[in-house]
Nanobody, 123 residues
Framework: QVQLVESGGGLVQAGGSLRLSCAASGRTFSSYAMGWFRQAPGKEREFVAAIRWSGGSSYYADSVKGRFTISRDNAKNTVYLQMNSLKPEDTAVYYC????????????????WGQGTQVTVSS
């Protein structure tokens, strides 16, 4: 049906940067809100950032605001998450998600999910 594929995760030192990408296929996502969530072992999945493909507004969890930037390339149906000043507490599997509506901050409101990409930040 719809596929979301994340890439760009890896291992970095605290203070370093990573850029995650999420490529969507299966349909046009120009009207979809897209989000990034993350989940650390033993913890619930939490909201990181969201953006409307066509609306231009972006939203961030307080924990990442000022450090992470979500962006998109509508022509490529791709959403990005630029992560700067990474902290050990950012360590998690990062998931790309989409929904055919307004941006949302809870996982159950999203219809499509990627497989996740591991981000590990060492002290």
């Amino acid at each position: 049906q719809v596929q979301l594929v994340e890439s760009g995760g890896g291992l970095v030192q605290a203070g370093g940067s990573l850029r995650l990408s999420c490529a969507a296929s299966g349909r046009t996502f120009s009207s979809y809100a897209m989000g990034w969530f993350r989940q650390a072992p033993g913890k619930e999945r939490e909201f990181v950032a969201a953006i409307r493909w066509s609306g231009g507004s972006s939203y961030y969890a307080d924990s990442v605001k000022g450090r992470f930037t979500i962006s998109r390339d509508n022509a490529k149906n791709t959403v990005y998450l630029q992560m700067n000043s990474l902290k050990p507490e950012d360590t998690a599997v990062y998931y790309c998600a989409g929904r055919s509506g307004a941006v949302a901050g809870t996982p159950h409101e999203y219809n499509y999910w990627g497989q996740g990409t591991q981000v590990t930040v060492s002290s």
